[in-house]
């Protein structure tokens, strides 16, 4: 793992760990609820604790069950193709309901989906294993 930032002092210290503190509580709701990107949320809380408190950094770094997929992301870019799968699926029904009962213009929607579709693409094209090299 890679050094952690200086830790930042005074009022904003408490501001980022609530922050940190909020984003995991999301986190976890999106292990078990649909639609909630509990990854990103966790990410953030991880990027939060880690200018605001080592001990919950470290905490959400090296859980047995969070942890993972936080790694993958923070050591090597990499976004399991599982997740990738249900994050595109998502994004394409948000779309279809968006465009079916939400959306009248179709320049709204014609900009909506275009940058969904950048999304989409963004994350699809993530790695999504790790090749570890052999140390033999």
Not at 26 to 46: C, D, K, R, S, Y
């Amino acid at each position: 793992m890679s050094e952690l930032p200086k830790t930042i002092c005074g009022p904003f210290r408490y501001v980022l760990l609530g922050v940190g503190i909020f984003c995991t509580a999301l986190g976890i709701a999106g292990i078990v609820l649909p639609g909630i990107p509990g990854t990103l949320f966790l990410l953030i809380a991880v990027w939060a604790f880690s200018r605001s408190s080592e001990r919950f950094h470290l905490w959400i770094y090296n859980h047995p069950h969070f942890g993972r997929g936080v790694r993958a992301w923070h050591e090597h870019g990499v976004i399991p193709t599982r997740a990738k799968i249900a994050a595109v699926a998502m994004i394409s029904f948000s779309f279809a309901v968006l465009w079916g009962f939400v959306l009248e213009d179709w320049r709204l929607a014609a900009a909506t989906g275009a940058t969904l579709a950048l999304v989409a693409t963004w994350i699809a094209t993530r790695p999504g294993a790790v090749k570890l090299e052999d140390p033999a």
